[in-house]
């Protein structure tokens, strides 16, 4: 397939494939649709897989609302050892025998860290420390300590046991590292553990039902349409024409009972126009599509 210029507004969903970086899949999402205007939201390492939400033109608009969305992780954690950075790209730092751990002590170190939990992300993370990525400063051999910080994890269960291996899923809140879970783990069971395997099934409202490989979108290019991706990411107010109009020019409209934001607001015609949020006793845009046609 010939890459060229399409003109398309929308999101795809890309089963991101290991040893990609999330900026590598951009750059190739960028040949693909025939524009700079691409983006994605919730960073992937390069040793995971799974899905990764790409923008495209105007949806790159929306990808700072879908990258808080909560997501959710099939992982393996290895028992036993320990790495620089918790996971199998690092060097080993430990190594321990696990075999007397069992999986009751498993599952209560999982407990441990489920629910509301103050987590310390991985040293090698992208968070900025004095105005540069934690990562860098940890290959240069410096030493960063980062900050706990409140995440939630909804589930953290243990799926299947092969020896020091743990196949687990989690169902987490934005900013949540898996890493730092298996980490924190194998410290509480007193053996050191690092993450092994990572993909993660899904981002908000989008899973891997809808997820295709980059060679895939080789092949047949194609994205979920913007007024799809605002009607499954977020509740759906559809207003009339003259409230269309006044929506598409910023005007504040009087409150209407939608209840926490934001929500999508779509055209008689099924456009989305953008987003709205209710608060302080009015209807407020808070982020516009487009206004032409809508006069």
């Known amino acids: 397939?010939?890459?060229?210029?399409?003109?398309?507004?929308?999101?795809?969903?890309?089963?991101?494939?290991?040893?990609?970086?999330?900026?590598?899949?951009?750059?190739?999402?960028?040949?693909?649709a025939g524009t700079r205007r691409v983006g994605h939201a919730g960073t992937l390492d390069p040793m995971a897989t799974g899905?990764?939400?790409?923008?495209?033109?105007?949806?790159?608009?929306?990808?700072?609302?879908?990258?808080?969305?909560?997501?959710e992780y099939d992982a393996t954690i290895r028992l036993g050892v320990t790495t620089t950075t918790d996971d199998a790209e690092g060097d080993v730092v430990s190594?321990?025998?696990?075999?007397?751990?069992?999986?009751?002590?498993?599952?209560a170190a999982m407990a441990a860290w489920t629910g509301d939990i103050q987590q310390v992300p991985s040293a090698v993370s992208a968070i900025k420390v004095g105005g540069e990525r934690?990562?860098?400063k940890v290959r240069r051999g410096?030493?960063?300590?980062?900050?706990?910080?409140p995440v939630c994890v909804a589930e953290f269960a243990l799926v299947a046991r092969s020896g020091s291996d743990l196949d687990v899923r989690v169902r987490c809140?934005?900013?949540?590292?898996?890493?730092?879970l298996a980490r924190d783990v194998g410290a509480d069971l007193g053996v050191g553990?690092?993450?092994?395997?990572?993909?993660?099934?899904?981002?908000?409202?989008?899973?891997?039902?809808?997820?295709?490989?980059?060679?895939?979108?080789?092949?047949?290019?194609?994205?979920?349409?913007?007024?799809?991706?605002?009607?499954?990411?977020?509740?759906?107010?559809?207003v009339d024409e003259a409230t269309a109009a006044r929506l598409a020019h910023g005007q504040r409209l009087p409150p209407e009972g939608l209840g926490a934001g934001p929500i999508g607001a779509f055209a008689p015609d099924g456009r989305a126009i953008?987003?709205?949020?209710?608060?302080?006793?009015?209807?407020?845009?808070?982020?516009?599509?487009?206004?032409?046609?809508?006069?």
């Open 1 to 32: 397939m010939t890459e060229a210029a399409r003109p398309v507004d929308g999101v795809v969903i890309v089963d991101k494939e290991g040893g990609w970086t999330s900026h590598d899949v951009v750059a190739r999402v960028r040949r693909l």
């Open 51 to 71: 899905v990764l939400v790409v923008g495209v033109n105007a949806a790159t608009r929306l990808l700072g609302y879908l990258a808080g969305d909560d997501k």
């Open 95 to 107: 190594t321990g025998d696990a075999t007397h751990i069992t999986d009751e002590a498993v599952r």
């Open 134 to 136: 934690a990562y860098a």
């Open 142 to 149: 410096e030493t960063v300590e980062l900050a706990a910080r």
């Open 173 to 180: 809140s934005s900013g949540t590292y898996i890493r730092a």
């Open 193 to 238: 553990a690092h993450l092994t395997a990572l993909r993660r099934t899904r981002v908000g409202s989008f899973g891997l039902d809808r997820a295709r490989r980059l060679d895939e979108l080789s092949e047949d290019f194609g994205v979920v349409p913007l007024a799809d991706v605002v009607s499954l990411a977020f509740p759906r107010w559809d």
């Open 274 to 295: 953008g987003l709205v949020e209710e608060r302080d006793d009015a209807v407020r845009p808070v982020l516009i599509f487009h206004t032409r046609d809508m006069s």
